[in-house]
């Protein structure tokens, strides 16, 4: 009789033990399993944030190589023609003394007016 008492009580132990165990154990596997779900998506997260990154990145080159082309390189072009045109008009400027016309020089009366009038001191006969 007393093995039939200690089996029944082992039983009963093993009863009341293993559903609150099985229950424990299950609850960490799952819990382990969801963790590893959640490290697997927080990385996919990170790649898909650092592909983003790299787009932007693309994104902004590609939009520095539109203004290089369509503004910046023509106005270098165009600030460059400018600088021999002033160039042109200075060394001819610089020749007007040393010309037998000097006096009378129609060029040089017009470069006359256009500074008086921008230094704000026009003459009287500016206008003839």
């Known amino acids: ?3 039939e008492i200690i089996t029944l009580i082992v039983s009963s ?3 009341t033990i293993s559903a609150p165990l099985g229950a424990w154990l299950g609850a960490k596997l799952q819990s382990q ?3 590893t779900e959640i490290d697997s998506l927080r990385a996919e997260v990170q790649k898909k ?3 983003v990154k790299d ?3 693309e994104n902004v080159r590609k939009a520095n190589d539109i ?3 369509g503004i910046v390189t023509p106005l270098k072009k165009e600030i460059n023609s400018l600088r021999r045109d002033v160039d042109k008009f200075r060394k ?3 020749k007007i003394p040393s010309c037998a016309h000097a006096d009378n020089c129609p060029v040089s009366r017009q470069l006359q007016k256009l500074e008086e009038r921008d230094n704000g001191t026009e003459s009287d006969n500016a206008g003839k």
């Open 55 to 57: 787009s932007e990145l």
């Open 92 to 94: 001819a400027v610089e």
């Open 67 to 69: 203004l290089v082309e």
């Open 1 to 3: 009789m007393s093995s």
């Open 49 to 51: 944030l650092a592909g």
């Open 33 to 35: 399993k969801y963790k």
């Open 13 to 15: 132990l093993t009863a």
